[in-house]
């Protein structure tokens, strides 16, 4: 349906559909208004292209002229025969520029998918008559796929006057459609965000999978999705009947239901991982607080999945304005106080507590568009829950005014707020970063926080402005910490890093250094280098031994713990080894500032003497690369080249994880989080009224038949480590510099801030 004049050409170029100029020769003798109004009827879209798993959409249109943005609609969801009927009057001060139809499938936290664009010549329209236009959607890349149409009724009209009168009347109208739709997207936004309940994924074993290597064995691991989110399983390998034990909670964002797709995949090193099958759950055959046992066939391949499957309603979460937040109305604070006050810490453990956000603006971001400014939105984030702003245009000092308001899972969880600006046609670029420990929260205290790095390692530009509150429940928090902690979503897969491998091969270093070094003050004593310091060890020595009890050991650990305690009571800081984690960082920036000058210089050099042996391990790395080359036509480069990364990989990762617990152990006897200390100190104090009361051998004996039984009493309970849990919450000393909050400086160094790349 194309009502244009006889004159009207339509034209088909590279898959894009154009309607092309008419009336020339009549429009060139009419005398060139100075401004022209162009009313739009977005009507409809007819058969458009699928994007979503789901086998539909969720469609979006964006007019542009001359390359700016000019309209955004309504997003539909899940149709592809979508009705918007919105109006839209725009001012053009030229016909030559044609009006560019963009149309997307609006994905939520993921790069919206394109469905498809068209052009609208606007010479080729009569002036002061209504046309019923309809453009073909096409894909410049495969202009063969039909992508559907729009509807849409088009009148243009020329507007006399003077030239200054328009030109004001065009900023006005461009500055009240973004305000419109600012607001219109920060209720889109509100609707699309917010999850109706969780569904939670308990993964408990394998059956008579298939064989998928020459061992007749596989190595397999499973990948869950749902939407946007993604999970992956640890892997088990060397077998058909793998235990996994997992948990993997989701966002329900849908009343009626959603699904859940599973792939079973066997893990090869060097080489692509080998499909074993997929299932799928139907979450819309599934009741709400009750728990399934699901045993899954595979289908394309062989065997089931065990799973248990439960449904649960949303927790607390919301999206308010500024104006509108409970913790502000006394009578709902006092019942949230009241909910999580220390006479309910047995209901419902898992519901720890309650944080509300206020995102109130942002001050000095960084320019990220062409014309020296940005469109700013922030992510507010706190463990897999995410939650949105609307998006302020072309601002470096935006106001949001939003409150997020979610639900506490685990007190040591970390609040990030992150700002993007936002870009349509591609991902979002980066523009700062702020991460916040929920126990380092001041409640009520609105402050401004300077925005950092990707990885957190130093300043960007900008500050933002946040006021948060966090209530929880003590008991609930600390029984809380001895399970398991929740895993993120699937991100980026691990790559070698030269300044990752030095970093964590130094810490490990530290580590060792420490115990060496104890090591050698008590060799000190058996030499007798200080007479002093050996009499009273000996002493010592003689006393312990001679009354020695088992119950002195957990009794001992709480005297580090005290004089720490006193220390840093006494003004004196105990913690200077974050310090020279934090100059190992800038090191790191440095680096990377270095290679980026320098291309120059060769991948495996450094000045530092004190990386001499990892350079050597680097370099025999390096020429084992130059061998594997040589011989690549006998035993395949490819494979080779993937080993010795994924062999790279390991050794970075393992050298973190041993670093890590160190610092952990370290960390929590300097009191780096007073609540995770104090809850040693209660552990310690019962472990010694314990074992001072109860013989050993009763304790034993609870402990085995507890073990024994635990299977026979929940065949699927998900294993842990109480103590390697507990260590898991306390932050290792890149953390402690990662959460560091940097102040406000208004000359940053340029040496001292690390280079951000957008995206």
């Known amino acids: 349906m194309l009502a244009l004049p006889l004159s009207a050409v339509g034209r088909s170029l590279t898959g894009i559909n154009i309607v092309g100029p008419s009336n020339a020769e009549s429009q060139l003798q009419l005398p060139c208004p100075a401004m022209y109004q162009l009313d739009i009827v977005l009507k409809k879209g007819k058969n458009l292209a699928i994007r979503d798993r789901t086998g539909t959409s969720d469609p979006y249109v964006k007019f542009k002229i001359g390359g700016k943005e000019v309209f955004r609609s309504k997003t539909i969801h899940k149709n592809l025969n979508p009705v918007w009927d919105e109006r839209v009057s725009l001012l053009v001060e030229t016909l030559r520029e044609p009006l560019y139809v963009k149309v997307f499938d609006y994905d939520f936290g993921l790069q919206d998918d394109f469905m498809g664009s068209a052009y609208l010549h606007l010479e080729s329209l009569e002036h002061q008559r209504t046309l019923d236009v309809t453009l073909d959607l096409k894909d410049p890349q495969y202009p063969e796929h039909n992508l559907g149409s729009l509807d849409l009724s088009v009148t243009l009209s020329p507007k006399e006057g003077d030239i200054r009168d328009a030109t004001m009347l065009l900023r006005r109208n461009w500055k009240r459609s973004s305000k419109y739709q600012s607001m219109r997207l920060s209720d889109v936004h509100r609707k699309a965000q917010l999850w109706r309940g969780i569904v939670s994924v308990s993964l408990i074993e394998g059956r008579n999978l298939q064989p998928m290597d020459a061992n007749g064995l596989s190595d397999p691991y499973v990948k869950f999705r749902m939407g946007h989110q993604k999970y992956k399983s640890k892997t088990i390998p060397k077998t058909l009947n793998p235990q996994w034990r997992e948990q993997f909670d989701f966002h329900l964002y849908e009343e009626q239901g959603g699904y859940v797709d599973i792939t079973v995949w066997d893990r090869d090193a060097g080489k692509k991982d080998d499909f074993m099958g997929r299932c799928t759950i139907d979450l819309s055959l599934l009741s709400?607080?009750?728990?399934?046992?699901?045993?899954?066939?595979?289908?394309?391949?062989?065997?089931?999945?065990?799973?248990?499957?439960?449904?649960?309603?949303?927790?607390?979460?919301?999206?308010?304005?500024?104006?509108?937040?409970?913790?502000?109305?006394?009578?709902?604070r006092h019942q949230i106080m009241q909910r999580y006050s220390l006479w309910r810490s047995l209901h419902n453990l898992k519901d720890v507590g309650v944080v509300q956000v206020k995102v109130i603006r942002a001050e000095g971001l960084m320019a990220a568009d062409v014309t020296g400014k940005s469109d700013p939105f922030c992510v507010v984030e706190l463990s897999n829950d995410r939650l949105q702003t609307h998006t302020i245009y072309k601002n470096?000092?935006?106001?949001?005014?939003?409150?997020?308001?979610?639900?506490?899972?685990?007190?040591?969880?970390v609040l990030e707020v992150t700002v993007y600006d936002e870009d349509r046609d591609r991902s979002a670029d980066f523009l700062g970063k702020v991460a916040i420990p929920l126990l380092n929260i001041q409640n009520g205290e609105r402050k401004a926080y300077v925005l950092k790095s990707k990885e957190l390692t130093g300043p960007t530009k900008g500050v933002i402005f946040l006021e948060i509150d966090v209530i929880f429940n003590a008991v609930k928090a600390g029984l809380r910490t001895l399970t398991p902690v929740e895993q993120k979503y699937i991100e980026e897969e691990p790559k070698v890093s030269k300044q990752l491998l030095l970093r964590n091969f130094n810490r490990v270093r530290r580590c060792i250094m420490f115990l060496i070094n104890t090591g050698c003050y008590i060799n000190s004593c058996f030499e007798w280098e200080s007479p002093q310091r050996s009499i009273c060890a000996f002493v010592i020595f003689i006393i312990v031994v001679w009354n020695f009890e088992l119950y002195m050991i957990p009794l001992a650990l709480l005297l580090p713990l005290a004089w720490n305690y006193i220390l840093i009571a006494s003004g004196k800081d105990t913690r200077q080894d974050v310090q020279a984690v934090e100059d190992l960082l800038e090191d790191e920036d440095e680096d990377f500032d270095k290679d980026d000058k320098d291309p120059k210089q060769g991948p495996w050099e450094d000045s530092h003497d004190k990386n001499h042996i990892l350079e050597d391990i680097l370099a025999s790395w390096h020429f084992e690369w130059i061998r594997v080359m040589v011989d690549s036509e006998r035993k395949g480069f490819v494979n080779k080249l993937y080993a010795i990364q994924d062999v790279c990989i390991s050794v970075q990762n393992a050298l973190d994880e041993?670093?890590?617990?160190?610092?952990?152990?370290?960390?929590?006897?300097?009191?780096?989080?007073?609540?995770?200390?104090?809850?040693?100190?209660?552990?310690?104090?019962?472990?010694?009224?314990?074992?001072?009361?109860?013989?050993?051998?009763?304790?034993?004996?609870?402990?085995?038949?507890?073990?024994?039984?635990?299977?026979l009493r929940d065949p699927y309970t998900i294993d842990n480590n109480e103590l390697l849990d507990y260590l898991s919450r306390v932050p290792s000393d890149v953390q402690v510099v990662q959460y560091q909050q940097l102040k406000p400086d208004s000359n940053p160094s340029p040496n001292k801030r690390k280079k951000n790349n957008p995206g």
Do not use: C, Q
């Open 396 to 413: 470096l000092n935006p106001e949001w005014n939003k409150v997020f308001t979610f639900n506490v899972k685990d007190i040591h969880s």
């Open 658 to 711: 041993v670093a890590s617990y160190g610092e952990r152990i370290k960390n929590t006897f300097n009191w780096t989080v007073p609540f995770l200390s104090w809850l040693a100190i209660v552990a310690f104090v019962v472990a010694t009224v314990v074992i001072y009361f109860i013989p050993l051998r009763f304790i034993v004996l609870a402990w085995g038949v507890n073990k024994f039984t635990k299977k």
């Open 288 to 332: 709400k607080e009750h728990t399934y046992k699901l045993d899954l066939p595979l289908e394309e391949g062989e065997g089931v999945l065990v799973l248990l499957v439960t449904l649960t309603a949303s927790a607390a979460v919301s999206i308010s304005d500024l104006s509108v937040n409970m913790l502000d109305d006394p009578h709902e």
